[in-house]
């Protein structure tokens, strides 16, 4: 068996983003070469929580003594805190919105997460969906803007290995 490790430089996990076209049908396509100048990694994050729960639907009858289930469409998500900055926050990448934006505008953004870097064989998930949860917050005790934020997933998480 071996762990996740993300203690190390070639390590860290990296979310990258891009929302400068509808990539619905080819997510990868997102994050060719090609697309370099619209893809952005959201730096500086605290935390990051994956989220993969398919729903249950849940019944009892007269005729058991348990309940009954089955399971029904998944509620998937990202959740992270980050630490926020003036370029990612406010700013556009290429064509692709900066954070603040994209959640205004309630734009679809195709995102990839790897899990412990993003060398040759490092594996990752990918998918698209909205950006939500921004509630920038800044106090004496931290001094920094710190924010939630939240990628609400449309579909499925598909996953990948970098080559």
């Known amino acids: ?28 396509a997102a994050f060719v070469a090609g697309e370099s100048a619209n893809t952005y990694d959201v730096p500086s994050m605290q935390e990051i929580t994956v989220n993969a729960t398919p ?6 009858q007269l005729d058991s003594l348990s309940e009954q289930a089955i399971t029904t469409s998944s ?15 406010y700013s556009n990448t290429g064509s692709s919105y900066g954070i603040l ?14 899990w412990a870097g993003e060398s040759s064989g490092d594996r990752y998930i990918e998918g698209e969906g909205y950006l939500s949860a921004l509630a920038p917050t800044v106090s004496p005790d931290s001094p920094v803007w710190t924010s939630p934020l939240t990628i609400e997933i449309v579909g499925d998480f ?6």
């Open 55 to 60: 729903g249950i639907f849940r019944w009892k």
């Open 101 to 114: 934006d994209s959640v205004n505008n309630k734009t679809k953004t195709a995102f990839r997460l790897y």
């Open 1 to 28: 068996m071996a762990y996740i490790g993300v203690n190390a430089t070639a390590d860290f996990v990296t979310l990258k983003l891009n929302n400068s076209a509808d990539f619905s049908s080819n997510i990868a």
């Open 75 to 89: 509620t998937n998500n990202i959740e992270l805190t980050v630490v926020l900055d003036d370029t990612t926050f």
């Open 158 to 163: 598909t996953t990948g290995q970098e080559a």
